[in-house]
């Protein structure tokens, strides 16, 4: 197999800057759990870019982020509202419902994001005992079709979730990638279009390992600690986290390589579009490409570069870019394409 893959930016490596400043805090004592002075550092860094209200915990992973994300602000009769295709709905193993008590309610989509009108289905039964009451809007940006949504879209949700007495909670774990489409800073998709919970990730944008929950509402962080305790996800040693964080935040870092790994989605898409054979399914608006392959190279091209199958029934892969992803490793994947399609009809002619 080729040492780069297509399945997932969590497969890819850490980025240099990223582990330099790891090493970096390696050379120091701290104090534990969060009491040093990367940390408050990085919890500054945190209000620079999403507002002085802000609070923000450090956990180790995106399941955590979205989990205590939504646990801050629920109750175990509550009900979250999602896309039919959302992380937290297919990804985390029941993660939520069992952590939150909550039971989700989903939306279909066709693009990974969801609607108002469909969102509204699920708002009934308000104030009756016998059923679950709905709290929280949750959505995904960049959605897990890879589409992104407008800071107008957002705001539009975000909108009609407060006037209907419910919050908005954002599962960024490509943030960066969404903000890098819009040219746009994170607060202004985030809090200034009136998103209350936002799980910010980086592990797939080249850090290690760790992720944020950034309560966008200060009533929200009271007693999250014990929640962040209760659910053991308190690093001991959180330096480690946050010094990672401010090397992301710093000098457009999360930007630049989030930047870059769109742009190999885009040149990806370009390449693919030459291939009669093969039709992509969705507007590549990140560091995502979603197509429908000849189910008859599907195994010889995953020999060489793993991906998987996001749709097995139809053969639609789901190809991820990521930030060490390079022009040369589209160019191969591509022509390697073509040639498995080429022998293919080879074959079928004799």
Not at 214 to 238: D, G, T
Request: aromatic share 8%; charged share 20%.
């Amino acid at each position: 197999m080729n040492g780069k893959s297509f399945a997932s930016d969590n497969n890819s490596g850490i980025h240099p800057v990223i582990m330099a400043a790891i090493e970096n805090v390696n050379k120091y004592h701290a104090t534990a759990y969060g009491d040093d002075d990367f940390t408050q550092e990085a919890e500054r860094m945190f209000k620079q870019f999403f507002g002085e209200d802000t609070e923000v915990f450090f956990v180790f992973n995106g399941t955590a982020a979205n989990v205590l994300g939504l646990k801050a602000a629920t109750r175990q009769y509550n009900s979250i509202i999602c896309s039919e295709l959302a992380h937290i709905n297919v990804d985390e193993c029941g993660a939520p419902e069992r952590f939150t008590g909550c039971k989700l309610l989903t939306c279909p989509t066709a693009d990974g994001k969801i609607t108002i009108g469909e969102i509204a289905k699920h708002l009934h039964g308000t104030g009756s005992q016998h059923h679950a009451q709905p709290k929280i809007i949750s959505i995904s940006q960049p959605t897990e079709l890879g589409t992104v949504y407008s800071p107008d879209e957002i705001s539009a949700i975000a909108q009609f979730a407060h006037a209907n007495s419910l919050l908005l909670h954002v599962d960024g774990a490509r943030l960066a990638n969404a903000a890098a489409t819009l040219n746009m800073e994170f607060k202004k998709m985030t809090a200034d279009a009136g998103v209350d919970i936002l799980s910010f990730g980086g592990t797939k944008n080249g850090m290690m390992y760790g992720e944020a929950v950034v309560l966008l509402k200060p009533e929200l962080s009271e007693n999250f600690m014990y929640i962040r305790k209760q659910a053991m996800q308190l690093a001991s040693k959180m330096r480690f986290i946050s010094a990672q964080f401010i090397a992301y935040l710093s000098n457009g870092q999360c930007i630049k390589t989030a930047r870059h790994s769109n742009k190999m989605a885009k040149l990806l898409e370009t390449k693919i579009k030459e291939i009669p054979q093969v039709k992509i399914t969705q507007k590549v608006e990140s560091n995502a490409v979603f197509a429908l392959i000849p189910p008859e190279i599907c195994s010889d091209l995953q020999k060489e570069y793993f991906f998987y199958l996001w749709d097995e029934k139809n053969c639609e892969a789901r190809w991820m870019c990521s930030f060490d992803t390079t022009e040369a490793d589209i160019d191969k994947f591509a022509e390697l394409i073509k040639k498995l399609i080429t022998n293919i009809q080879k074959q079928n002619e004799k």
